[in-house]
T-cell receptor
Framework: KAGVTQTPRYLIKTRGQQVTLSCSPI?????VSWYQQTPGQGLQFLFE???????NKGNFPGRFSGRQFSNSRSEMNVSTLELGDSALYLC?????????????FGEGSRLTVL | GQQLNQSPQSMFIQEGEDVSMNCTSS?????WLWYKQDPGEGPVLLIA?????ELTSNGRLTAQFGITRKDSFLNISASIPSDVGIYFC?????????????????FGQGTILTVHP
């Protein structure tokens, strides 16, 4: 069974640009969550989607947005990139879409903003 | 916001030794989980705990959900070189009427484990 797939794995952008990251969840998983991981702040929750609806959102500015498609694949977008957005962005999927906490993470997309 | 205090921050041990790490919080959590992250990889779920006082094992790993629901510990017995990595505790808050905890875990800062052969 294929795991959570994230693309691209690595990317470099400059300040002011925007970026779109993609996540394909484990087959059958309908809940997709996004996290930002940095050395200073650790793992921080961005948002969660289930059946194309955002059900939960973390404390990030509006430059961070996401969406989910009918096949459960998800994308997140960061506009007007800042140096501090450099991070590993992790996508996680969950089978039941309930409050179980059992998240299965992808390998992440490492974003570097210059 | 809620924070999890995870300790120790790092550990250097000899192969074969036992390891213990823990997390504490000022908030009550419904669920405690332990994840391991290897370099270049995403976190992998090791153990999930759902009831206060619950003690669960997964091979050489044992974790407990504290009675107060504000803490958890993870023990690794007879460590081996492949245990090297970063271990994270994570907690999930109780769902309120609006169900706003979906997908949201609060993570500790991690324990970096180094095992010397």
């Amino acid at each position: 069974k294929a795991g959570v797939t994230q693309t691209p794995r690595y990317l470099i952008k400059t300040r002011g640009q925007q970026v779109t990251l993609s996540c394909s969840p484990i087959s059958g998983h309908r809940s997709v969550s996004w996290y930002q991981q940095t050395p200073g702040q650790g793992l921080q929750f961005l948002f969660e989607y289930f059946s194309e609806t955002q059900r939960n959102k973390g404390n990030f500015p509006g430059r961070f947005s996401g969406r989910q498609f009918s096949n459960s694949r998800s994308e997140m977008n960061v506009s007007t990139l800042e140096l501090g957005d450099s991070a590993l962005y992790l996508c996680a999927s969950s089978l039941r879409g309930l409050n179980t906490g059992e998240l299965f993470f992808g390998e992440g997309s490492r974003l570097t903003v210059l | 916001g809620q924070q999890l205090n995870q300790s120790p921050q790092s550990m250097f041990i000899q192969e074969g030794e036992d390891v213990s790490m823990n997390c504490t919080s000022s908030s009550i959590f419904n669920t405690w989980l332990w994840y391991k992250q290897d370099p270049g990889e995403g976190p992998v779920l090791l153990i999930a705990l759902y009831k206060a006082g619950e003690l669960t094992s997964n091979g050489r790993l044992t974790a407990q959900f504290g009675i107060t629901r504000k803490d958890s510990f993870l023990n690794i017995s007879a460590s081996i070189p492949s245990d090297v990595g970063i271990y994270f505790c994570a907690g999930q808050l109780p769902t309120n009427a609006g169900g706003t905890s979906y997908g949201k875990l609060t993570f500790g800062q991690g324990t970096i484990l180094t095992v010397h052969p």
